[in-house]
């Protein structure tokens, strides 16, 4: 089964071209450059122009929003699936408007509009008067597309992601080249794991198009966008810096729904179980105390192959064609999901798009003549052999009402079953032949829509690509089927941003890898990788295991850190799922989104912001003993060190190359990050309190923290809880306010542990009046009412405040901020993880190196490696230097402490294999120094470089 599915994904790779030309856009008419304006007429926030025969509509959505839609002869299209037909628009939003003017001129708040009357030719610019984007003067919008030009110099992001890698057949797309589209690129979702938008935005501005496929062109100075699949040709330009245009891209096409809470926590997803090991591996879960929320079924489940719907039935059957009868015996009448669920498990399921149309015995199946009969197979597929059936299949058209509400109809038994979340799999192709973008986005619809009017439990579904629009929809996306290893794990990240850029912020990954079989250390931070992505799920190829325990005891103990880690974050996560359903901005946010204005944020993938608060730059190389880490302007604190650093900042990060213990997780100052204890599922008992972590700073933050039923869509009827916190520090105390409760849900929450860290309190007032006075934490979190504390704890000095949940109270610590811990003296640097120049490379083929490997190329005269040293004082500090030399002779490099040089030399080692050691006093700045080893002139050269370790 294995190696057929791995053929299968080869065969599809070399036929995608010849595939792909079959479902391009067809073409359409030519159409001259659209000519002068003969009349413009003003009608509310739509300005009404006509050029000869043609119309063009210049719409002001919001002040930051303007809508093109140009009309040739009039005609218009309904818009396509990228648009939320839902979606109203509030008035009044031009603030100024000269229609008898050439060019006319629409200002809003935000942007102005010029349009050119000889030619008609719009052009946007910014508040400030900068050009946004300017239709060309030679061919702006055309018949099926428009060019404009824009300032040079700017990054460009959105258009595609990034499919598995044997897929990526858009020649301007490079996974290593991170997530800027700076050449344009390809808008489809027709390949396993990938995403398409049409959608391309900078740090200042956005342009969305109403299209179904297309593609950018762009260079330093021009945009164009062609192949619009409708006969009018609408764009949307969006002002703002990337949050604000992502935003307003959601109000555009649509917010995510709520996900239940329990698709926030660990999913274990296998293929090749039974009801008795699925019941064994949840078991094993519970008895060593790691968190487990969900566990996804593939084919095992259902009675697949089975005569006459076995596709949409449990496998608890043995009739004729099922090729693996009986594997769930107590599924169909689902007292097995009802076991699940009492232990804290959600049941999710595979769902394929193809029905059996062959039975076992000969004939055509009851699904496969239905199918046929009421045309409902995709057009211009054949029957082809299921892999894993071996009998005739074909693929449902979701395109149409009727073929979604039957699928509904039959999916409905699985969902009574027990099946609370839906695993959309293989939607991209059939047997070679590739989809349109849309069949993975128009078979969740058929689950969404149906599982809405049926039920009021949300809806949530793993699906194995995206289009924009999909996100309306329940929608959750995969990257697919994706290798073990180092490297493929690191290539995640990348993807996963890359998603984000194109609207989907509900992403995951196959952790471990679908096909091969992660190495204890690979599984170990993998786990870690991915309790900072938005959806926590494990899977492998049929018969592969990806427990904790499978992997060792360190991996184990490793990946049981992470899962703990997350469900103590939970009120975290769920405020910000909050988040991403009124704004669209999901829990994982590129740098950028936050830091517009940083070059060194423009392109970074191997970190991001995780929720409004957070930094996380997982460890993804083998054997490391630091990691790179950029911190932006600010101060950030070390989550579970304490250290505190002042950004911009490159510095490395040290970390355990044995234990796999750390991961590099970092606090923005002025956050009021909330937690809670560990619970073994998101439903296990009732959380009466949670803990307020606040890092003040003198500008005032907030917080919502928000809960409600996590299950159903009462929220949407107001049955929600939030409450907004917010905190500032003075020179002489801190102040932390909670708002009053809005929503009518109530929690079983009654208190908050409002943690003032790095501030010695002399006294607590809440509402002004003194509360008790408790000896230590504990006895706080003990208590039955209103009270304070003060300690010490890795951040400093703190004062805890334990004070009513739901109702206002202002909270005062009378007291100054304490000094912060300052970072770790003694600090190892891994020369593999430095900025390495001309000609120094990493290598791994001589044992003895710590961290992943070790820095050669010292054959090459002017070979660098540049190391960043972090110093908290000034002083004079040992520099420590592992390095090989087996040539049998000293040699000489030149040692580069900021700017001023001193040639050292290094005596012979035994043999390449052979390390040594060679210490020189350095003198350090306070703050950032660096720290290069360089081949220069008068030097031999000829060495390999380790580690260098930095102490007093």
Not at 53 to 68: E, G, N, S, Y
Request: charged residues 15%.
């Amino acid at each position: 089964m294995f190696e057929s599915h791995r053929r299968r994904a080869r065969f599809l790779a070399a036929t995608l071209f010849s595939t792909m030309a079959g479902i391009g856009l067809s073409a359409l008419p030519a159409q001259a450059a659209l000519g002068s304006v003969t009349s413009a007429s003003l009608s509310g926030d739509t300005l009404t122009l006509v050029v000869g025969a043609d119309r063009l509509l210049v719409q002001v959505l919001r002040p930051d929003i303007v809508k093109v839609d140009y009309r040739p002869g009039g005609v218009v299209d309904p818009p396509t699936a990228v648009i939320d037909p839902a979606k109203t628009w509030a008035t009044g939003n031009i603030t100024s408007a000269d229609t008898a003017s050439n060019p006319i001129v629409v200002t809003t708040a935000q942007l102005t509009v010029r349009i050119s009357r000889n030619p008609a030719r719009v052009s946007v610019f910014d508040a400030t008067g900068a050009l946004v984007l300017s239709e060309q003067a030679a061919e702006g919008v055309y018949a099926d597309g428009v060019k404009f030009n824009h300032a040079s110099g700017q990054a460009f992001y959105g258009i595609t992601g990034n499919p598995v890698p044997w897929a990526e057949k858009d020649p301007k797309q490079n996974l290593a080249e991170g997530m800027q589209r700076n050449d344009g690129g390809r808008v489809n979702a027709n390949m396993q794991g990938d995403g398409g938008a049409p959608l391309a935005f900078t740090n200042r501005y956005g342009l969305l198009v109403d299209s179904i496929d297309g593609d950018f062109a762009i260079t330093d100075t021009a945009l164009e966008f062609s192949g619009v699949s409708t006969r009018n040709v609408a764009y949307y330009v969006l002002v703002g810096a990337p949050r604000q245009v992502m935003a307003g891209v959601a109000e555009i096409s649509g917010k995510p729904a709520m996900s239940p809470k329990w698709a926030l926590g660990l999913n274990n997803s296998e293929w090749g179980t039974t009801q008795t090991e699925v019941t064994s591996i949840v078991q094993g879960y519970r008895d060593r105390k790691i968190p487990l929320d969900a566990f996804t079924l593939d084919f095992d489940f259902k009675a697949w192959g089975e005569d006459d719907y076995g596709e949409f039935r449990w496998n608890s059957t043995s009739a004729s064609g099922n090729v693996n009868p009986n594997k769930f015996p107590s599924g169909a009448s689902g007292t097995f999901a009802r076991d699940m669920a009492a232990r804290g498990v959600m049941l999710m399921g595979i769902m394929k798009p193809r029905v059996i149309v062959g039975k076992a015995g000969g004939g055509i199946t009851a699904q496969g003549q239905w199918a046929r009969t009421n045309n409902c197979f995709y057009p211009g597929l054949a029957d082809y052999m299921e892999y894993f059936s071996g009998r005739p299949a074909n693929d449902v058209d979701f395109s149409k009402q009727t073929c979604r509400d039957w699928y509904w109809q039959h999916s409905r038994t699985l969902f009574d079953g027990g099946i609370a979340g839906w695993w959309n799999d293989e939607a991209d192709e059939a047997n070679g032949f590739i989809f349109n973008s849309l069949q993975h986005t128009n078979m969740q619809r058929s689950l969404y829509d149906g599982q809405r009017a049926y039920s009021d439990r949300r809806v949530f579904s793993l699906n194995r690509n995206f289009y924009l629009g999909a996100q309306r929809y329940g929608y959750g996306m995969w990257s697919g089927d994706i290798e073990s290893g180092f490297g493929n794990m690191a290539d995640q990240r990348t993807r996963m941003l890359t998603s984000i850029n194109i609207g989907e912020s509900k992403w995951g990954m196959d952790i471990g890898g679908f096909f091969g079989d992660p190495s204890s250390e690979n599984y170990a931070r993998w786990m870690q990788f991915g309790a900072f992505v938005p959806i926590y799920r494990v899977h492998g190829v049929d018969g592969k295991q990806r427990q904790p325990w499978v992997y060792g005891a360190t991996a184990e103990s490793a990946a049981k850190g992470a899962i703990e880690l997350r469900s103590r974050l939970m009120p975290y996560l769920y405020a910000h799922e909050r988040i991403n359903h009124e704004t669209g901005l999901g829990l994982v946010r590129p740098l950028f989104y936050d830091y517009p204005t940083d070059p060194n944020a423009a392109n970074i993938t191997s970190e991001w912001m995780f929720g409004e608060s957070l930094l996380v730059a997982p460890v993804v190389e083998q054997g490391a003993a630091s990691k790179q880490v950029y911190l932006p302007a600010g101060t950030w604190i070390d989550y579970t060190r304490g250290s505190v650093y002042t950004g911009p900042l490159t510095f490395s990060y040290p970390v355990n190359a044995s234990t796999w213990q750390d991961i590099p997780l970092f606090v923005k100052a002025g956050a009021i990050l909330p937690t809670q204890e560990v619970l073994q599922y998101v439903s296990e008992k009732p959380v009466r309190q949670i803990d307020l972590e606040v890092f003040p700073t003198t500008a005032r933050s907030e917080f919502t923290l928000y809960d409600d039923d996590g299950l159903t869509r009462a929220y949407e009827n107001g049955v929600f809880f939030k409450q907004r916190i917010t905190a500032q520090r003075t020179s002489t105390s801190v102040t932390v306010e909670t708002q009053a409760k809005t929503g009518s849900f109530s929690p079983a929450l009654t208190h908050y542990i409002v943690k003032v860290n790095a501030t010695v309190g002399t006294a607590a007032r809440i509402n002004g009046t003194a509360p008790t006075r408790y000896g230590d934490l504990a006895a706080l979190k003990a208590a039955t009412g209103e009270g304070w504390t003060t300690g010490v704890d890795v951040y400093g000095p703190y004062t805890a405040v334990r004070v009513a949940a739901g109702v206002a109270r202002t909270v005062v610590v009378d007291g100054t901020p304490s000094t912060p811990p300052t970072p770790p003296v003694t600090r190892v640097l891994e020369a593999e993880d430095a900025a390495l120049s001309s000609g120094a490379l990493a290598l791994n083929d001589h044992p003895g190196y710590s961290g992943r490997g070790f820095v050669a190329g010292y054959w090459n005269s002017g070979a660098s490696t540049a190391l960043t040293v972090q110093a908290s004082t000034a002083g004079t500090y040992s520099a420590t230097l592992k390095y090989s030399n087996g040539d049998g002779l000293a040699r000489t490099l030149s040692m580069v402490v900021n700017g001023v040089r001193t040639q050292i030399t290094l005596p012979a080692t035994a043999d390449w294999n052979s390390w040594s050691t060679y210490t020189a006093r350095i003198p350090l700045n306070t703050g950032t120094n660096t720290l290069a080893y360089v081949y220069g002139s008068g030097d031999s050269g000829h060495v390999n470089l380790d580690s260098v370790t930095i102490a007093p």
